[in-house]
């Protein structure tokens, strides 16, 4: 069990703060942090993980509020403070306090650890949970949020949590008893309903492109077809028809991919500052996507091209007028002779 002022995913909220010996000389230009309160060893509660320095301990306890004022107290932060604001690596044992534009301020707090990042309100506010500290819970009384794990079926674990806080104190109550997946969920339900939006979007623009690549594929190899049927006639082996085409799609594929997934990545680059990109969707959209093209511009060109092969030459190049046929050889000798590779 563990106990946060706001636990991940809740909360937000930030306050300038200045590091000791690197104070600005115009306050707002102070970097901004958002500071939670946490009991001890409460990182594994939630899933994060102590990264450098040490966790609190009973010893961080034993300071009165005088000592407090003039000694300070420990500070954990989270590791994107600690590679943005110290990347030489001298995160621990740096000192940093809160404070606002008019004099106020906090004790001095001196970093003893990092520990993973978390997001402290609204996901799609790059800036309310960028840099976070974490200071000790028993040092100062704040509401809190109680963190427990338990086994069986949530409705039996709320039930059990219930009657044990009756026979404690038959006057208190619980408030918003939830699971932390649940917990979790709410500030990203609106980026849930974009990213919905945005897949039904992608695949309804991806089924259209696809039957316009195939649409135009075939047509414009059914248009050549006198072209295909006289490189036939004059000796061509098939196989070297159906590479020519190929040759002349792949030609066509480079250029547009290269032209679309440059501008995807510049757009996902756009999007990466206003929400979050699961690195595992966008790995797999970036090499899924193009590799579905590529197939398709492969099928689109060797289908049509197969059923052009299957009609013979004469078909597309000869013409029937009563009762005689053109002669293929009287064809040949006045048409224009085409080069071909």
């Known amino acids: 069990m563990a106990y946060f002022s706001s636990l991940p995913g809740t909360g937000g909220g930030t306050s300038h703060f200045e590091i000791q010996g690197r104070a600005e000389a115009v306050f707002s230009d102070n970097p901004m942090w958002n500071f939670e309160l946490v009991s001890r060893d409460a990182w594994r509660t939630v899933g994060m993980q102590l990264l450098e320095g040490r966790d609190f301990n009973l010893s961080d306890l034993a300071v009165d509020s005088r000592e407090l004022r003039e000694q300070g107290s420990v500070v954990i932060i989270n590791a994107a403070m600690a590679r943005e604001l110290f990347p030489q690596g001298n995160a621990l044992g740096q000192r940093v306090r809160t404070l606002n534009g008019e004099g106020w301020h906090t004790e001095w707090r001196t970093i003893v650890g990092v520990v993973s990042d978390s997001v402290h309100g609204p996901t799609m506010d790059a800036t309310s ?50 699971s932390y997946q649940s917990l979790i969920k709410q500030p990203l339900l609106l980026m849930a309903s974009l990213n919905q939006i945005f897949l039904v979007g992608g695949l309804v623009a991806l089924f259209l492109a696809a039957s316009g690549i195939y649409a135009m594929a075939a047509n414009s190899i059914a248009l050549r077809s006198q072209e295909i049927a006289t490189r036939r006639a004059l000796g061509v082996p098939e196989g070297q028809v159906v590479l020519l085409f190929v040759r002349q799609a792949l030609w066509q594929l480079a250029v547009g991919l290269t032209l679309g997934i440059g501008a995807a990545l510049w757009l996902s680059a756009q999007l990466a500052g206003a929400m979050n990109i699961d690195p595992n969707s966008y790995v797999w959209a970036l090499l899924g996507i193009p590799g579905f093209i590529v197939i398709l511009v492969l099928l689109a060109t060797l289908l049509p091209v197969s059923r052009q092969l299957q009609v013979p030459p004469l078909r597309h190049l000869g013409r029937v007028s009563g009762p005689r046929q053109v002669d293929m050889s009287d064809w040949i000798r006045h048409s224009t002779v085409l080069l071909f590779p």
Do not use: F, K, S
Not at 136 to 158: C, T
């Open 129 to 178: 949970a960028r840099h976070t500290g974490y200071g000790l819970m028993d040092l100062r009384p704040w509401r809190m949020n109680l963190v427990m794990h338990y086994r069986g079926e949530q409705a039996q674990a709320i039930a059990a949590l219930r009657q044990a806080i009756v026979d404690l104190d038959a006057d208190a109550t619980v408030h918003d008893i939830q």
